[in-house]
């Protein structure tokens, strides 16, 4: 238990047997009537996103989620396998869990997986990875002062926007939360 003068960004909270994560919280102290904390909560399994008011010390149940460093190591069909990187145990992760995620995951490739009692519920990945395009159309010489785009294909089959100037093989830096591009990766 812990109550709302406590709540932090990322804590995971149990409000009627439903897990929510704090996005972003304001502890609000009006000139008159009590204080109160306003939040913007997301559902960890259907990734809905609600605003909730709370009484400021009004007590919460708050869920314990374990985040743990995971290795992807591949997709046997059915779901993704990972492996914890520090006691080598592997576990498997339904598509619908791991969703947009599987977008950027690359084999060998680190992940945080979140689990609470057991269950999976979501993985995170880093902010950003760089990734290989293998198929764009070629760029042409002089194209690079528009701020034009073009759809690329990263080697996970996913599709991005790049640069008007980005040739197939190129490797880039990719957003992970809204699949925009980053920038060239120099090698």
Known sequence: ?????????????????QLWAVVEFQHVKPGKGPAFVRTKLKNVESNKT?????????????????????QYLYNDGTSYVFMDTSSYEQLEVAP???????????????AIVATNEGRVLFVELPPSVEMEITFTEPGVAGDSATGRTKPATLETGHEIQVPLFINQG??????????????RVKG
């Open 170 to 183: 190129e490797r880039v830096k990719v957003d992970t939360r809204d699949s925009s591009y980053l920038g």
């Open 50 to 70: 609600v605003d909730k008011t709370f009484n400021a010390g009004t007590k919460v149940e708050t869920a314990t989620v374990d985040k743990r460093n995971y």
């Open 96 to 110: 619908e869990i791991v969703g947009d995620a599987a977008n950027f995951l690359l084999e060998n490739n680190e």
């Open 1 to 17: 238990m812990a109550t709302t003068n406590d709540l932090k960004n990322g804590m995971v909270l149990n409000l009627d047997g």
